[in-house]
């Protein structure tokens, strides 16, 4: 079966449409939708222990005043995990604390399901311990942890106060499939523009095909990566129609 090639889809799709600035992120009027995973992924240099990595992704996230840091699930028998399954399994390495040193190949280390649940446990445990509450503090962050999505919520710059938000947990084990739920969020709580940052283009077309349902919530698809582009993907929607989107 021939593969389709979506990068170069989106290219022909958004051919003519123009680079744009970046949305304001003041008075929470934005949110950002981020693929954890794709963070682990992209750390060039990865600091030395897992308290500290867990840190450095919280820095990363510093001018995004409200966002969802969703990361995929991990179940038993994972549907996705049977594709990696094939191409081998692993080595898991075990983390007991935060102090502890990451393995010498982070992204070894990424290759292994259980490495990467333990290590988005290791999110949870550092962004509500109070070495992360003045980064935390004035902010609106949602961990989503095996599709269970919590608020990290400092209101004093000292303690954080772990929040569940049962609106937007989900069995889902890809965010892929749970961009538009986060985006029904965001509309409902009267977010004006939401912008998506995911690591591969199959997104592009799923908002594509929802844009119209979530107005007047703006969305925009960053491309990220050495071609970085941010597309109005509401605007983009309304121009080629919701007809042709919907197809």
Not at 48 to 73: A, C, G, H
Not at 196 to 210: G, N, Q, R
Request: hydrophobic fraction near 35%.
């Amino acid at each position: 079966m021939a593969k389709t090639n979506k990068a170069t889809a989106v290219h022909c799709v958004a051919r003519d449409t123009k680079n744009i600035a970046y949305p304001s992120s003041r008075e929470s009027e934005t949110i950002f939708i981020e693929d954890g995973n794709a963070h682990f992924h992209t750390l060039k240099v990865v600091k030395p222990t897992f308290e500290l990595i867990s840190l450095q992704l919280l820095d990363r996230l510093s001018s995004k005043p409200d966002v969802i840091f969703s990361t995929d699930s991990y179940n038993k028998i994972p549907i996705k995990a049977q594709e990696r399954f094939r191409r081998g399994r692993r080595e898991k390495f075990l983390i007991e604390r935060g102090h502890q040193r990451k393995p010498m190949d982070f992204k070894l280390f990424l290759q292994n399901d259980d490495n990467k649940l333990q290590m988005v446990r290791m999110l949870e445990r550092v962004w509500g311990s109070q070495s992360a509450a003045k980064r935390l503090h004035g902010r609106k962050l949602f961990l989503v942890n095996q599709g269970i999505v919590r608020h990290m919520k400092c209101d004093d710059g000292e303690t954080v106060h772990p929040e569940e938000v049962h609106e937007i947990r989900s069995n889902q084990e890809e965010t892929d499939s749970r961009v538009v739920l986060y985006l029904n969020y965001a509309k409902e709580n009267n977010y004006k523009q939401a912008v998506v940052s995911p690591p591969d283009s199959d997104i592009f077309f799923i908002l594509l095909h929802h844009a119209h349902r979530l107005a007047p919530l703006i969305v925009f698809f960053d491309t990220c990566g050495s071609d970085k582009r941010l597309y109005n993907m509401s605007e983009l929607e309304e121009d080629l129609g919701s007809n042709h989107c919907e197809a």
